[in-house]
T-cell receptor, first 113, second 115 residues
Framework: AQKVTQAQTEISVVEKEDVTLDCVYETRDTTYYLFWYKQPPSGELVFLIRRNSFDEQNEISGRYSWNFQKSTSSFNFTITASQVVDSAVYFCALSENNDKLIFGTGTRLQVFP | EAQVTQNPRYLITVTGKKLTVTCSQNMNHEYMSWYRQDPGLGLRQIYYSMNVEVTDKGDVPEGYKVSRKEKRNFPLILESPSPNQTSLYFC??????????????FGNGTRLTVT
């Protein structure tokens, strides 16, 4: 069965620190997609990235980077030089059968000035 | 502006009083879905729709109904709400018939409290 585990419930850092949010997934399919979403205090869900199972290249977007490793079934998310505006709940999600996202329980990131 | 619009944003109701949460998207998306978010559980899918007049159950469909009579609208209906349906609800849409081709775009959420 498909499952997404975000073991870190809450992380607190001070501004400018780097922080990595862990995501481990389980799936029996060879074709799947992985996602990260951000939920700021205002409550909306903001799409950050989608990665398919055939593309293990790491991706960097500004201060954000993602490390996809099929060998460990992980799709970790790193924020470099964190800022207060990065404070949010971050969700990792898996799409296996093309009709729904399986979400992890989320990691609350607090960045203090 | 491309968006998914849910109404209302906040709703307080009593047990057993039927209610509808509306969802509308202006992006001509085929796929639409409802999720509920609960502390410690993340988001769980309630229902989804691949196209007009096509709806399917998600992981937690009990106590909910949906309809897809038009492409842009996907209302969530609670015929007889109960306190365990107190939650934050999200409507979402995606361009193609499924998530492999495009990500989900979410509405701003509806916080429902059933007393």
């Amino acid at each position: 069965a498909q499952k997404v585990t975000q073991a870190q419930t809450e992380i607190s850092v001070v501004e400018k620190e780097d922080v990595t949010l862990d995501c481990v997934y389980e799936t029996r399919d060879t074709t799947y997609y992985l996602f990260w979403y951000k939920q700021p205090p205002s409550g909306e869900l903001v799409f950050l990235i989608r990665r398919n199972s055939f593309d293990e290249q790491n991706e960097i977007s500004g201060r954000y980077s993602w490390n996809f490793q099929k060998s460990t079934s992980s799709f970790n998310f790193t924020i470099t030089a964190s800022q207060v505006v990065d404070s949010a709940v971050y969700f990792c999600a898996l799409s296996e059968n093309n009709d729904k996202l399986i979400f992890g329980t989320g990691t609350r990131l607090q960045v203090f000035p | 502006e491309a968006q998914v619009t849910q109404n209302p944003r906040y709703l307080i109701t009593v047990t057993g009083k039927k209610l509808t949460v509306t969802c509308s998207q202006n992006m001509n998306h085929e796929y639409m879905s409802w999720y509920r978010q609960d502390p410690g559980l993340g988001l769980r899918q309630i229902y989804y729709s691949m196209n007009v007049e096509v709806t399917d159950k998600g992981d937690v469909p009990e106590g909910y109904k949906v309809s897809r009579k038009e492409k842009r609208n996907f209302p969530l209906i609670l015929e007889s709400p109960s306190p365990n349906q107190t939650s934050l609800y999200f409507c979402a849409s995606s361009l193609a018939r499924g998530l492999y081709n495009s990500p989900l775009h979410f509405g701003n959420g509806t916080r429902l409290t059933v007393t």
